[in-house]
C-alpha cells in the first residue's frame, strides 16, 4: 500500500541535516507528492518541489531548510503589519529560503528566490530561538520573509518553543496552503497578516503563479474556524489590480465573510524582481483603496509604505475617535483601556496589553548563535544589518 504522511517524523535538531517532512503521500515507485499546499508537487527522485525547499530523498520528503534561516532581526510588530495585535511591541522576525508562489512583483526576492541556503544560513535550534525571544524582550516571534509554508515544520517546532516561553506566534503568508497541514501549523500561531495578492484569478494566474480560490478557503477558515487574531494586505500594483471595481469586490468579499472587524492594510507597491517596468503606487490611489473599503464596512483600514499619520491611525468604530495614533512605527497616542475606546468604552476589536509597547521603530539585526546556551553575555546580541525588504 501507498506511503502516506502527514505529521512529520520525531526527531533531533541536527545542524546542517535535512528533517524529514510531513504532508506527503507516494504515488509510485520512487515517486512522491507534496501535500502541503495546493500545487501538489510530483517529486522523482532528488527533485525538489516549486518552492526549491521540500526534496524527494530516497523516497521520502525532506525539509532541507530546517534549522536554517537567512537571518533574525528584531521589528516593531506593526512592520509584519499588524495593527491591532498588541501595538508597540517587538518582534523577533526571522525566515529560510523559497517560496510555494511566483510572483513576478516580489519585494522580498532575495530570500524568497534564494538558491544559496547554504552560503547564507544561520542555524539555529528552535528552542534558541525561543531563548533569544525571551531574552530580549519580545512579545512574540513571526515567521517571515519568505512564506513559512514552505517549512512549517520548522515554524511549528519553534511556535512550540515560543509558546513554551510565554511568548506569541505570528505568520506572515499568502496563505496558499491546503486544509491539513493548515490546520497543525494554525494551532500554534496566534496571529496572521495574510498577503491577499488581488481578488481576481487571472491576477494570480498571470503574476503569481497560483490561484485564488485557496487563499479564500484559508482567510474564510482563519476567520470562522480559529481563534487566531487576523489582519489581510494588498498590494495595490497600478494597472494590475488598483481598479475601483476590483477594490469594491474585494472589500465586499471581506466583510461578508470575514466580517467588519477585521483589518485591512493597502500597501504601496515598488518596482522590485521581475516587474521594474510599473511606477510606485500613488499615494491618491491608496487613499482612494482606503475610502473605498470604509465605505463598504470595514472598520479598520489602513494604509502602508507611506508617510500616512491620518491613515495608518485606528479609530474607534463607535464615536471616530483616536484610539492609536501612529507616525510611521511610533505610537503617538494611546486611548484604550482594558481593550475599550477611552472615550466612548465601545469596545476596540484587536488584542491588547493595558499599555502600548515602547519599542517604536528600531530594527536590531539578532546574531542568533549567542542564544545557542543559556549563558547570558550580558548585552543584546547584534549582527550587520541584512537587506530583507519587508513591506
Not at 289 to 304: K, Q, S
Request: proline share 7%; charged share 25%; glycine share 8%.
Amino acid at each position: 500500500m501507498p506511503e502516506h504522511v502527514e505529521l512529520p517524523p520525531e526527531g533531533v535538531f541536527v545542524p546542517g541535516d535535512p528533517r524529514p517532512a510531513g504532508w506527503w503521500h507516494e504515488v509510485d515507485a520512487g515517486r512522491i507528492m507534496c501535500d502541503v499546499c495546493p500545487r501538489s508537487c510530483v517529486l522523482g527522485p532528488d527533485d525538489r518541489g516549486f518552492c526549491f525547499v521540500r526534496e524527494n530523498r530516497d523516497g521520502r520528503m525532506v525539509s532541507t531548510t530546517y534549522g536554517r534561516s537567512t537571518g533574525f532581526c528584531i521589528d516593531p510588530i506593526e512592520k509584519k503589519p499588524l495593527a491591532q495585535f498588541y501595538p508597540g511591541t517587538a518582534v523577533l522576525s526571522f525566515g529560510t529560503a523559497g517560496c510555494n508562489l511566483g510572483c513576478r512583483f516580489c519585494q522580498n526576492w532575495t530570500s524568497t528566490k534564494s538558491r544559496e541556503v547554504d552560503r547564507f544560513a544561520e542555524e539555529a535550534a528552535p528552542e534558541t530561538i525561543a531563548r533569544a525571544a525571551r531574552e530580549l524582550g519580545c512579545r512574540s516571534v513571526a515567521y517571515t520573509y519568505n512564506d513559512p509554508i514552505v517549512w512549517l515544520e520548522y515554524a511549528i517546532e519553534t511556535a512550540r518553543a515560543v509558546r513554551a516561553a510565554g511568548l506569541k506566534n505570528v505568520a506572515v503568508t499568502s496563505g496558499y496552503m491546503l486544509p491539513k497541514p493548515r490546520a497543525a501549523f494554525y494551532e500554534w500561531m496566534d496571529a496572521a497578516n495574510v498577503d491577499m495578492k488581488a481578488f481576481d484569478e487571472t491576477f494570480y494566474h498571470k503574476l503569481c503563479a497560483g490561484r485564488l480560490a485557496p487563499v479564500l478557503d484559508t482567510l474564510r477558515w482563519l476567520a470562522r474556524e480559529t481563534d487566531v487574531w487576523l489582519e489581510v494586505t494588498n498590494l495595490v500594483i497600478p494597472r494590475e489590480n488598483d481598479s475601483p471595481d476590483d477594490l469594491r469586490r474585494m472589500c465586499g468579499w471581506l466583510v461578508e465573510t470575514l466580517g467588519p472587524d477585521v483589518p485591512v492594510h493597502f500597501s504601496a507597491f515598488h518596482p522590485d524582481f521581475r516587474m521594474t517596468d510599473r511606477e510606485s503606487t500613488p499615494p491618491e490611489t491608496l487613499l482612494r483603496a482606503y475610502e473605498i473599503a470604509r465605505d463598504a464596512g470595514l472598520r479598520y483600514v489602513y494604509t502602508g509604505n507611506v508617510a500616512d499619520v491620518e491613515h495608518q491611525t485606528t479609530y474607534c468604530p463607535n464615536c471616530g475617535g483616536v484610539v492609536i495614533e501612529r507616525d510611521g512605527y511610533e505610537l503617538r497616542r494611546w486611548a484604550l483601556k482594558g481593550g475599550r475606546c477611552a472615550h466612548c468604552s465601545a469596545d476596540v476589536a484587536g488584542r491588547f496589553d493595558n499599555a502600548p509597547g515602547q519599542w517604536g521603530s528600531r530594527r536590531q539585526p539578532v546574531r542568533i548563535a549567542d542564544f545557542a546556551s543559556t549563558q547570558k553575555t550580558g548585552e543584546p546580541a547584534m549582527a550587520e544589518p541584512s537587506n530583507h525588504d519587508v513591506s
